[in-house]
């Protein structure tokens, strides 16, 4: 059964702290991963990853994929409180989304 | 371009009433997905359309009907509501898929939905 996992859960950093969140992915057919912020409504895109070791980077949001070991991470430095959202990732064949990973950012 | 719309934005339902959750997109996308979003659970897709007249079942399909007559919209009908189907609903769009770069799925800004 195709799925995927973000971690951790939840964050809760200070402004200027540097964050990981993960997604960890198992499929049968893989095309791509997107990568998506929500807010208070609906997710907006990030990234979209389709090959091994080629990051991705917008700002101070950066994000890389490892098809051997199925997973991906996004980056984000120097966090914001503009930075507080729910951090989504999606696998593209099935459309199969993780749990989403919850960031805080205090000031 | 609107991109993907949904009405209504909120709406509150008594156990057993029906109601259409509207969904339009305007970008000529085949693809069009429902999904649910619950406290914990991440999105999970509801039913999928990848064109007039195709509809299959998602991840949690059970007491929703979809239907698709055109390119343009995909209404998800709850026929009986029920408490567990309280929820925020996304409508979701994207390219059928020939080219990778056509992978990114647009979402609709939701519809919330309580079931009492």
């Known amino acids: 059964e195709d799925k995927v996992v973000q971690s951790p859960l939840s964050l809760v950093v200070h402004e200027g702290d540097t964050v990981t969140l993960n997604c960890s992915y198992e499929?049968?057919?893989?095309?791509?991963l997107l990568w998506y912020k929500q807010e208070k409504k609906a997710p907006t895109f990030l990234f979209m990853l389709?090959?091994?070791?080629i990051e991705k980077k917008s700002g101070r949001l950066s994000s890389i994929l490892d098809k051997k070991e199925l997973f991906s991470i996004l980056n984000i430095t120097a966090t914001q409180t503009g930075d507080s959202a729910i951090y989504l990732c999606?696998?593209?064949?099935?459309?199969?989304f993780g749990t989403g990973t919850r960031l805080q950012v205090f000031p | 371009n609107a991109g993907v719309t949904q009405t209504p934005k909120f709406h509150i339902l008594k156990t057993g009433q029906s109601m259409t959750l509207q969904c339009a997109q305007d970008?000529?996308?085949?693809?069009l997905s429902w999904y649910r979003q619950d406290p914990g659970m991440g999105l999970r897709r509801i039913h999928y359309?990848?064109?007039?007249?195709?509809?299959d079942k998602g991840e949690v399909p059970d007491g929703y009907n979809v239907s698709r007559s055109n390119t343009e919209d995909f209404p998800l009908r709850l026929e009986s509501a029920a408490p567990s189907q309280t929820s925020v609903y996304f409508c979701?769009?994207?390219?059928?898929?020939?080219?990778?770069?056509?992978?990114?799925?647009?979402f609709g800004p939701g519809t919330r939905l309580t079931v009492l």
């Open positions: 999606a696998h593209t064949d099935k459309l199969i």
């Open positions: 970008m000529n996308h085949g693809y």
């Open positions: 389709t090959s091994s070791g």
């Open positions: 979701a769009s994207r390219y059928n898929i020939s080219e990778r770069w056509k992978d990114t799925q647009y």
């Open positions: 499929v049968t057919n893989f095309r791509s």
């Open positions: 359309s990848v064109a007039a007249g195709i509809t």
